[in-house]
C-alpha cells in the first residue's frame, strides 16, 4: 500500500492551494477602488460558473443532478449547506473587506489561530477531549488574543471573525455528504441570486464597477471566481493522497505568506507587542501540532491513582 504522507503530488498539490491562498491578498488589492460588496458579489458569480464549467468538463453532471435530488429531500443537509453558504460568503466578505482596509497582518492572525477554533468547536459541540499539551497550548493562545485586544483598546474582531466563521464552516461541512467541487456549486448557488440582484442594482444605477472601470479592472472580477476555486481544488486533490497531519503541518504555509505581506509588500506596522502576541501564538501552535505525538505524552506521565497502584 503507497504510503500517503509520502505522495509527492499530494503535498505539491495541498502546498500549492496554501500558497495560492496566502498570496490572494495581492489579488484583492489589484481591485482595491471596488467595494468589498460588489467583489464579493462577482466573487460568488463567478465562482458558480467556474464550478459548473469545472463539473461540465469533468463529466459529473449526472453526479451533480443525484446530489442535487439529494440535497433538496433532506432538510438537515439542505439546512447544513445552507448554513455553509452563509458562513463562506461571510468570512469571504469580512477577509477582502480586511485586505483592502490595511489589516492583511490582523487576517494572518485570524488563520494562524483557526486551527485552535476548530479545535474548541469540537469540544463544545462534538464533545470531543482535549489532552493536556492542547489545553497549555488553547491557554498561550488566549494570552496573545489577549495581549492584542490590550494593545488595541478592542477585541480583534477581523481575525476572530475569520478564524470562527471559517472554522463553523468547517463544522457544517461535514454534516454534508458532498466532495469539495459539488459542495461549493451548492454553496455558491444558494447566494448566486442574491450576489446578481445587487450587481444588476449597481450596474443600473451607474456606480458598477464592472465594465465601466479599466478593463483589467473587469477582467480581474470575472476572475475571481478561479482565484476561489482553483485553490480549492488543488487542496481537495492534494488532501486525498496524504495524511491529516501533514495537511496540518502545511496549513501555516497561507498565514505565514499574508503576514510577510502585511509586513514586507504593505507596509503594515507591526509592533513589538504585535510580535510577542504572535510569538505566544506560534508556540501554541507549535505545541498543538504536537499534542499527539508519543514523546510529549513521556513528558508528563499520567498519574495512575491509588486504586490502579493497588491492583
Same mark, same amino acid.
Given at each position: 500500500?503507497?504510503?500517503?504522507?509520502?505522495?509527492?503530488?499530494?503535498?505539491?498539490?495541498?502546498?500549492?492551494?496554501?500558497?495560492?491562498?496566502?498570496?490572494?491578498?495581492?489579488?484583492?488589492?489589484? *481591485?482595491?477602488?471596488?467595494?468589498?460588496?460588489?467583489?464579493?458579489?462577482?466573487?460568488?458569480?463567478?465562482?458558480?460558473?467556474?464550478?459548473?464549467?469545472?463539473?461540465?468538463?469533468?463529466?459529473?453532471?449526472?453526479?451533480?443532478?443525484?446530489?442535487?435530488?439529494?440535497?433538496?429531500?433532506?432538510? #438537515?443537509?439542505?439546512?447544513?449547506?445552507?448554513?455553509?453558504?452563509?458562513?463562506?460568503?461571510?468570512?469571504?466578505?469580512?477577509?477582502?473587506?480586511? *485586505?483592502?482596509?490595511?489589516?492583511?497582518?490582523?487576517?494572518?492572525?485570524?488563520?494562524?489561530?483557526?486551527?485552535?477554533?476548530?479545535?474548541?468547536?469540537?469540544?463544545?459541540?462534538?464533545?470531543?477531549?482535549?489532552?493536556?499539551?492542547?489545553?497549555?497550548?488553547?491557554?498561550?493562545?488566549?494570552?496573545?488574543?489577549?495581549?492584542?485586544?490590550?494593545?488595541?483598546?478592542?477585541? #480583534?474582531?477581523?481575525?476572530?471573525?475569520?478564524?470562527?466563521?471559517?472554522?463553523?464552516?468547517?463544522?457544517?461541512?461535514?454534516?454534508?455528504?458532498?466532495?469539495? *467541487?459539488?459542495?461549493?456549486?451548492?454553496?455558491?448557488?444558494?447566494?448566486? #441570486?442574491?450576489?446578481?440582484?445587487?450587481?444588476?442594482?449597481?450596474?443600473?444605477?451607474?456606480?458598477?464597477?464592472?465594465?465601466?472601470?479599466?478593463?483589467?479592472?473587469?477582467?480581474?472580477?470575472?476572475?475571481?471566481?478561479?482565484?476561489?476555486?482553483? #485553490?480549492?481544488?488543488?487542496?481537495?486533490?492534494?488532501?486525498?493522497?496524504?495524511?491529516?497531519?501533514? *495537511?496540518?503541518?502545511?496549513?501555516?504555509?497561507?498565514?505565514?505568506?499574508?503576514?510577510?505581506?502585511?509586513?514586507?509588500?504593505?507596509?503594515?506596522?507591526?509592533?513589538?507587542?504585535?510580535?510577542?502576541?504572535?510569538?505566544?501564538?506560534?508556540?501554541?501552535?507549535?505545541?498543538?501540532?504536537?499534542?499527539?505525538?508519543?514523546?510529549?505524552?513521556?513528558?508528563?506521565?499520567?498519574?495512575?491513582?491509588?486504586?490502579?497502584?493497588?491492583?
Amino acid at each position: 500500500m503507497k504510503n500517503r504522507e509520502n505522495d509527492s503530488w499530494g503535498i505539491g498539490y495541498a502546498a500549492a492551494s496554501y500558497v495560492l491562498w496566502g498570496f490572494l491578498p495581492l489579488y484583492w488589492k489589484a *481591485v482595491k477602488g471596488v467595494s468589498a460588496h460588489e467583489i464579493l458579489a462577482h466573487r460568488i458569480i463567478w465562482c458558480f460558473l467556474f464550478m459548473i464549467l469545472v463539473l461540465l468538463i469533468s463529466r459529473r453532471t449526472g453526479q451533480l443532478s443525484t446530489s442535487l435530488k439529494r440535497l433538496f429531500r433532506s432538510w #438537515p443537509i439542505f439546512l447544513s449547506v445552507f448554513a455553509s453558504s452563509l458562513l463562506i460568503s461571510a468570512n469571504w466578505f469580512i477577509y477582502i473587506w480586511a *485586505v483592502n482596509t490595511n489589516r492583511v497582518i490582523e487576517t494572518s492572525l485570524g488563520y494562524y489561530i483557526n486551527p485552535l477554533i476548530v479545535v474548541l468547536l469540537g469540544v463544545f459541540v462534538l464533545k470531543e477531549k482535549l489532552n493536556r499539551w492542547q489545553i497549555i497550548s488553547f491557554f498561550l493562545a488566549f494570552i496573545g488574543v489577549a495581549i492584542l485586544t490590550i494593545q488595541y483598546g478592542h477585541v #480583534p474582531w477581523v481575525a476572530l471573525s475569520l478564524a470562527l466563521s471559517f472554522g463553523l464552516y468547517g463544522l457544517t461541512k461535514k454534516l454534508a455528504p458532498f466532495d469539495s *467541487v459539488i459542495g461549493l456549486t451548492f454553496e455558491t448557488m444558494f447566494v448566486v #441570486p442574491f450576489a446578481f440582484i445587487f450587481l444588476l442594482y449597481v450596474q443600473v444605477k451607474g456606480t458598477g464597477a464592472f465594465m465601466a472601470d479599466a478593463p483589467s479592472v473587469s477582467f480581474l472580477l470575472a476572475g475571481a471566481g478561479v482565484a476561489t476555486a482553483l #485553490p480549492l481544488l488543488c487542496f481537495a486533490e492534494g488532501a486525498k493522497r496524504i495524511t491529516l497531519a501533514m *495537511v496540518g503541518f502545511l496549513q501555516y504555509i497561507a498565514p505565514t505568506i499574508m503576514l510577510f505581506l502585511g509586513i514586507f509588500v504593505f507596509n503594515e506596522r507591526f509592533s513589538k507587542v504585535q510580535f510577542v502576541s504572535f510569538l505566544f501564538i506560534w508556540l501554541a501552535l507549535i505545541l498543538f501540532s504536537l499534542s499527539r505525538a508519543k514523546f510529549m505524552a513521556h513528558l508528563f506521565p499520567k498519574r495512575k491513582s491509588s486504586f490502579e497502584a493497588r491492583s
